[in-house]
């Protein structure tokens, strides 16, 4: 199994609901420094689990309706608390969706999975990972 | 699959007995830096994998006995070599007991199973991972 | 001149003014990764530049009221951008506060200059330094 | 399933053909630090893994033949894009040989897989990870 | 004293001429990591040492000529070693150019000092530091 | 300003006297990630701070004598707290003697001063700089 990574980050604001959150309920905010991990069986024609440029673009513009933003406010978030392990879901989720409209290049049609990780400081972390359905 | 890690650290002394170990055979030391990964399928309700207040106080606890120790002189460890791995295989037990005694909270029923990595240098780590038993 | 350091972390919500901002005029956070650098000319007759876990517990208590928060709210920033830059600042005064007054122990009379670095992701950080004025 | 994982690194030079690579068809280069993560179920009777010193010794050695080097005029990469993918098989391959041909030890028939990860910088990564045939 | 720093990268070929070098005397490349800090005594009225997002792209600017590229063809290194050392000082002139040219904007007039720092393995970097001429 | 940096490690046991210390009065032991400093005004002929080989075997054998031992039964530390910051003299003091020597090669004559960095965990270090006397 092949496996390419690519980094970038957001810096967002938010609040939780619920007793297990402590201070946390208070609208606060973090940096997250996302990692995407790019899985398939073979390479391609190039030698390629993915174009890197098209892979680190495409997660720019995932990235973009989250960055810089109050997440309490996004209406496709509300009732949810937008823990880091949720907001890994929603990486995966939009990334998933680009590896499908093509967005990655034609030769991304061979991942067969993805991981997301969200660094929130430098002593923890939370991910999802998944297998792409077929296009 | 969702992952959450949390870190922390230990600082002990031990010695290896066995050819393979040249100079460790010496009784020298290490510092730790200990991650541990808690996945689960399915978030709880509060969009968690786990209480990561309740995580990191389960491990602060199950790292205590060993912080400042020369594991040479731990009853439980005699005649054993506590290589990085085998320590790794040390905190996970304790920890999934933790899980299994509601440590970790009501939630943690649904964690799947755990890593453990402990860093020794800037270039070598070893790590310990298993499903968890059902409880 | 010898130095200790130590690190621990906030996670705040806030938002700035001016052109120069851009999209960070939106309300948005971060996680900031604290290192305090303690410097000194001689050791203490412990061998120590400043005690540790005094230090990592002072810093805590000049973290604690910013942790959690949204800094827009705080009356002591009102009219300020708090900038990564500027909040090294803040917490750098703080803590010579602390040291003059005795919090980090009687021997931290004997230390010179204070550097904090505030990171703010995996590509930026800023820090402030200054001496430390004669108790 | 255990792991322990070792870090070394290589620098060298080469280019890419095709229109996915954009400038990197120019001559450039690149500094790998690549870590090799050994797996098995059980340790060994050291409480091992493997040996570290050999995994080592022999992680320097599958290096040794790429360090700075140039590797368009190598005759085994002819007509082949070294993308950083292709290039953590290219260590997998060599470091499965050296445990087959018995240069991590007796105990190293114990392993059961291998994973190299080929960092190329502060934002992007590699790997190749699979069985290893059984001896 | 007040400092902001940014993070970029480029990866580059290159030769050095003379015995001490030994192998890298052959062709072959890195992966410099490059970190710009910022220094001055008094923010700007922003609160700021510099615009964040102008010197990263004056960072940018200033590496674009370097990155993808064999440092043995370029006419303004020629009969020059590239070490790391001296690029990092190659970085620094153009970066000093490029504030006193006004592309760090108007306030920029206030910095005192750049450092930048080449990493160029996890083992090993090289920086050069100095004070900027008034403008 | 330049500077060159390199890195190794040691694995050491020791316990501390005072009570300062509290539960690091009993033998424990520390991994210290070691980074030099070399630091000149200007480049030498190479176009190098320092040949970057000889330092990089220059500090093995500095910390070859402190590796993997018990350092509370070393005669030159006997009554002594070897805490982080005094051993960040100590490899100071015996590469200062080690450059004076001759064995950074000839053109270390240049070199005006050293930093020596000792991280114990991802949350703390300590280190020791000076200027090194004319030869």
Partial sequence: ??????????MIAHSFAGEAFGPARQLH???????VEFRRAQLDDDGLVVDIALASQALREVLAPLNYRNLD??????AR??????????????????ARDGRLGASAAGLTSLRVIL???????????AELAAR
């Fill in 119 to 129: 660094h929130e400081s430098h002593v923890a972390w939370a991910s999802f990972e």
């Fill in 29 to 35: 905010g973090a940096t997250y420094v996302v990692d």
């Fill in 73 to 78: 406010l996004l209406p496709e978030f509300s």
């Fill in 81 to 98: 608390n937008t823990t880091t392990e949720f907001l890994a879901k929603v990486v995966f989720d939009r990334l998933a969706s680009a």
């Fill in 1 to 10: 199994m092949y496996s390419v990574c690519v980094r970038d980050h957001i």
